[in-house]
């Protein structure tokens, strides 16, 4: 089975602090993605990255940076964290473009700014 | 970019058939229908995708009307573990898959 794990369930976080959130996926899957729940408004996504060292911005990618140095491990940074980006954060992963809409996610990090 | 309609809830027995619609009336030719769901406390989940035919796996059935502009997921006979919040997705350009708010389904002992 796939396995799509997140570095942490919760998180507290204050105003202005950076921070870094981490996604590994052990099924050498070429996509990953970074989703955020919010109530009301579904999941949306940040950003996506078909290969080691691309990145693509999703919808709402301001306030937000990622970097894909290995395969297997994509990263969500908050520059400067504000409350606004209280929120759970999805990662996802896929196996290739031909099954880019099949994906597989993690648990997710609930992330509270203070 | 097609669009889906969902309800916003739906109730079922355990071990009765739960058949969950979805509007998507502006699909494309093109456009795969996908269906995943979200358990509580937990990340979303594929179940199923399909384009034109039926399509069925060990989770649910996929019956998609003859002009595609709708289409329903069928759980057969519902458990205490299908409650979850199920989306219908149609992809956005080529990359994208929007997650609408779904509909939360309920199942009753």
């Known amino acids: 089975d796939v396995k799509v794990t997140q570095s942490s369930r919760y998180l507290v976080k204050r105003t202005g602090e950076k921070v870094f959130l981490e996604c590994v996926q052990d099924?050498?899957?070429?996509?990953m993605f970074w989703y955020r729940q919010d109530p009301g408004l579904g999941l949306r996504l940040i950003y996506f990255s078909y290969d080691v060292k691309m990145k693509e911005k999703g919808d709402i990618p301001e306030g937000y940076s990622v970097s894909r140095e290995k395969k297997e491990r994509f990263s969500l940074i908050l520059e400067s964290a504000s409350t606004n980006q209280t929120s759970m954060y999805l990662c996802?992963?896929?196996?290739?473009?031909?099954?880019?809409?099949?994906?597989?996610f993690g648990p997710g990090t609930r992330l509270t700014v203070t | 970019d097609a669009k889906t309609t969902q309800p916003n809830s739906m109730e079922s027995n355990e071990e009765e058939p739960v058949h969950l619609p979805c509007n998507h009336s502006?699909?494309?030719?093109?456009?795969?229908i996908h269906w995943y769901r979200q358990l509580p406390s937990q990340g979303p989940e594929y179940v199923i995708h399909?384009?034109?035919s039926n399509v069925n796996n060990r989770m649910a059935s996929l019956a998609i009307a003859e002009d595609r502009k709708s289409s329903t997921l069928i759980l057969h006979r519902a458990t205490l573990r299908d409650a979850a919040v199920y989306y219908c997705i149609l992809p956005v350009d080529t990359d994208k898959l929007i997650f609408g708010t779904g509909t939360r389904l309920q199942v009753f002992p």
């Open positions: 996802a992963s896929s196996l290739g473009q031909a099954n880019r809409y099949e994906q597989y």
């Open positions: 502006t699909i494309s030719g093109t456009d795969y």
């Open positions: 399909g384009l034109t």
């Open positions: 099924m050498d899957h070429e996509n």
